[in-house]
């Protein structure tokens, strides 16, 4: 049974760091790819990252480029997504999501094609 479960938010000061962690049961990261996407109140869901899973390679959003980081443990089950640096308009509910492909990641970002998501976990960036 596919299932994803997110955890790591919380509240964080503008310029500081949260790991978010994305643990999967039911299928192995090497056929699934993992996107990371965020809607924040009143906003539409934006497609933040994602880690291919025939090798790992991460995508980003420009507006988080250089400042986050997508990694996987395979051993674990889980994704990583450390956020640095964080900004005003980063705050909202993150979600994790999976697709079954091998090669493709970045088309995902803009919502379309997901088969499974997660709950999503609340991010709040305030001093």
């Known amino acids: 049974q596919v299932q994803l479960v997110e955890s790591g938010g919380g509240l964080v000061q503008p310029g500081g760091s949260l790991r978010l962690s994305c643990t999967v049961f039911g299928f192995t990261l090497d056929d699934y790819a993992i996107p990371w996407f965020r809607q924040a109140p009143g906003k539409g869901r934006e497609g933040v990252s994602c880690?291919?899973?025939?090798?790992?390679?991460?995508y980003y959003a420009d507006s988080v480029k250089g400042r986050f980081t997508i990694s996987r443990d395979n051993a674990k089950n889980t994704v990583y997504l450390e956020m640095t640096n964080l900004k005003p308009e980063d705050p909202g509910v993150y979600y994790c999501?999976?697709?079954?492909?091998?090669?493709?990641?970045?088309?995902?970002?803009?919502?379309?094609?997901?088969?499974?998501w997660g709950k999503g976990t609340l991010v709040t960036v305030s001093s």
């Open positions: 999501a999976a697709q079954r492909s091998r090669y493709n990641c970045q088309r995902y970002l803009n919502g379309g094609g997901v088969d499974y």
């Open positions: 880690i291919r899973s025939r090798d790992g390679y991460p």
